[in-house]
Antibody, heavy 118, light 107 residues
């Protein structure tokens, strides 16, 4: 059974870069795409993008120019970088595995809370 | 755009819950999923392909579709079912959206 564990700084100053990692315990090298999503307090889930087993990446156009997704096979990790942060980036950030056959997110991490504030 | 209704559903254990998710345009039901989320927890996949239960999901959860309207039904609410439920749709053009959620609370 795959488990995902997000980690991050907790608090970031506005305009700084936010860096998050997601450790994948289990099958990391299979043909999967690993996604990042976020959810502001009391708000709707927002899909940010994904990085796949073949290093193909895609960013949601809503944040496309500000984010970078990557993966490190040697560490079994995927990473998210968000540049030029504002308070609107305050949210719980989740990583999740995309099930290609089901067209849904079948495994989720517990999320990491990020606050953008000075 | 996915619109969920009602915002909140107040029911008692043992009752039937009917949650709606309406798409603003015709969508491929193959790509419609439902999730359950409890406070402080990650979402949990319940239904994919509009009507197929994910692994380990009890059969009191069922999904259906009618045109642009999708429904999640919980036949008999149990205490652990009180949570927020989200629908999600994916397009092959790499667009993915969630609905605003329906909270099922204890009456």
């Amino acid at each position: 059974q795959v488990r995902l564990q997000e980690s991050g700084p907790g608090v970031v100053n506005p305009s700084e870069t936010l860096s998050l990692t997601c450790g994948v315990l289990g099958d990391f090298l299979g043909m999967y795409c690993w996604n990042w999503l976020r959810q502001p307090a009391g708000g709707r889930l927002e899909w940010l993008g994904f990085v796949c087993h073949n290093d193909y990446t895609y960013n949601n156009p809503s944040v496309k120019s500000r984010i970078t997704l990557s993966r490190d096979s040697s560490r079994g990790q995927v990473s998210l970088e968000v540049r030029s942060t504002t308070p609107a980036d305050t949210a719980v950030y989740f990583c999740a595995r995309w099930n290609v056959a089901w067209r849904a997110f079948d495994v989720w991490g517990r999320g990491t809370r990020v606050t953008v504030s000075s | 755009v996915l619109t969920q209704s009602p915002d909140t559903l107040s029911l008692s254990p043992g009752e039937r819950a009917t949650l709606s998710c309406r798409a603003s345009q015709i969508v491929d039901s193959t790509y419609l999923a439902w999730y359950q989320q409890k406070p402080g927890r990650a979402p949990r996949l319940l239904i994919y392909g509009a009507s197929s239960r994910a692994t380990g999901i009890p059969d009191r959860f069922s999904g259906s579709e009618s045109g642009t309207d999708f429904t999640l039904t919980i036949s008999r609410l149990e205490t652990e079912d009180f949570a927020v439920y989200y629908c999600q749709h994916y397009r092959e053009s790499l667009m993915l959206n969630f609905g605003g959620g329906t909270k099922v609370e204890i009456k």
